[in-house]
């Protein structure tokens, strides 16, 4: 058995699709929780000398990090560039925990295009209405999406595709049937 990685854009429906996999029996990762942690810890130091504006009793608040950085691709840049290799690298470690499992990530980090890739995709315009439904703004969703790959890009990243354009029901059984494809390939 091998991971797989789960991507798509903001809003496609990646955690959903990993809740399902992790139901199925597979372990699962979510690479956000990893940065989360990344942050917190081993990266801390390094965006606190860069963004001391961030920093609040000691600890990265991430609300105020994100306004910067999704508002200039140059900053996110930066932000990747200190964050991407210690991520990918807590990644490796806690895969190395299990060999059967699922890795999500809202971007592409250096591990990814190590792994075969299951991409879910939606729609820009349901991607925005559920986005909304989260409660953000059109500006933090168009600042967000424009800081990511666009559909055709997330596409050409896949090994296999995940239609979430649909009902709850229907992205069930196309979740089973990716993970039957993916048991037969391994098999």
Known sequence: MTWWVV????????????RL??????????????????????????????????????QVNRKALGA?????????????????????????HRMAATTRGVLELSVPIPLAGDLPTVVVDAPDDIRRRRLEQRGLSAEQIEARMSNQ????????????????????????????????QIFQEES
């Not at 991507?7 to 990993?18: A, E, H, N, Q, R």
């Not at 990266?43 to 001391?52: D, E, I, N």
């Not at 910067?68 to 490796?92: C, G, M, W, Y």
């Open 7 to 18: 991507t798509g854009g903001i809003g496609s429906g990646k955690s959903t699709v990993t």
């Open 21 to 58: 996999a992790a139901a199925a029996g597979y372990s699962t990762i979510d690479a956000d929780l990893v940065g989360h942690d990344v942050l917190a810890g081993p990266a801390r130091a390094a965006v606190a000398a860069r963004w001391p504006e961030v920093m609040e009793n000691g």
């Open 68 to 92: 910067i950085v999704f508002n200039d691709r140059a900053q996110l840049k930066e932000l990747e560039a200190i964050t991407h290799p210690l991520i990918s690298e807590e990644l490796r």
């Open 149 to 180: 790959p666009t559909r055709q890009e997330w596409l050409a990243m896949a090994t296999i595709v995940i239609d979430n354009s649909g009902t709850p029901e229907q992205l069930h059984r196309a979740v089973t049937r990716c993970l039957r």
